[in-house]
């Protein structure tokens, strides 16, 4: 089992619509989880960061974490096309010494 | 967000050379630097851990002496390519770790694409 897993998509969704990203991640003890933006070609970008159960909101953006099932997702409401990117969630284990990092969703938001 | 840069952007070089790619932390002190990897349409791959002050720590089959990197001050990594081969081509990208945050987030540099004929 990966340590932090994502469908890698590609997630297709109509623009206005709502995108929803999901990872789950195998550390039970994770303390910190991070959604990156990725454009093709460039380096990631952070978006958002949570470390407490519930929801984060920012923005268009908002991060729901649910430890007891080992889950973290990213809402990006009324989605445009400039979202069109890979979005990388990204855990610190119990052992903090490094982030890991899924392998990414591709989102395509369609016109 | 905290800002890190990487110099240079893009490097073209020759077989058998070797190459240099800087990472700094522009507005923030960066005990711990990771370098990584990407290929086209591929995940990032990490290569190792740069700990300012000390060695570095790397993934299991990154070769160290292939990719030395030097982490000599609480803004400054250095990754060198050494005798860079054509399959070394790639994106290297640094990020930094922000130990003030609470949550301890790591900003990523821009790149340095990497193409070695």
């Known amino acids: 089992q990966k340590e932090v897993e994502q469908n890698s998509g590609p997630l297709s969704v109509p623009e206005g619509a709502i995108a929803s990203l999901n990872c789950t991640y195998s550390?039970?003890?994770?303390?910190?989880f991070f959604w990156y933006r990725q454009y093709s070609g460039k380096s990631p970008e952070l978006i958002m960061f949570?470390?407490?159960?519930g929801d984060k909101e920012d923005g268009r953006f908002t991060a729901q974490l649910n430890k007891a099932s080992q889950y973290v997702s990213l809402l990006i409401r009324d989605s445009q096309p400039s979202d069109s990117a890979t979005y990388l969630c990204?855990?610190?284990?119990?052992?903090?010494?490094?982030?890991?990092f899924g392998s990414g969703t591709r989102l395509s938001i369609r016109p | 967000g905290a800002v890190v840069s990487q110099h240079p952007s893009r490097v073209i070089c020759k077989s058998g050379t070797s190459v240099k790619i800087e990472c700094r932390s522009l507005?923030?002190?960066?005990?711990?630097m990771f370098w990584y990897r990407q290929f086209p349409k591929k995940s990032l791959m990490l290569m190792a851990t740069?700990?300012?002050?000390?060695?570095?720590?790397?993934e299991q089959g990154v070769e160290k002496d292939k990719f030395l990197i030097n982490h000599a001050s609480l803004t400054l990594s250095t990754l060198t390519v050494t005798s860079a081969h054509p399959e070394d081509s790639s994106f290297y990208i640094c990020?930094?770790?922000?130990?003030?945050?609470?949550?301890?987030?790591?900003?990523f540099g821009p790149g340095t694409r990497l193409l070695v004929l």
């Open positions: 990020s930094a770790r922000d130990m003030v945050e609470v949550q301890e987030t790591q900003y």
């Open positions: 550390d039970r003890g994770s303390q910190s």
């Open positions: 949570i470390y407490s159960n």
């Open positions: 990204a855990v610190r284990g119990s052992s903090a010494s490094k982030i890991i």
């Open positions: 507005d923030f002190q960066a005990t711990t």
């Open positions: 740069s700990n300012e002050g000390s060695k570095a720590t790397y």
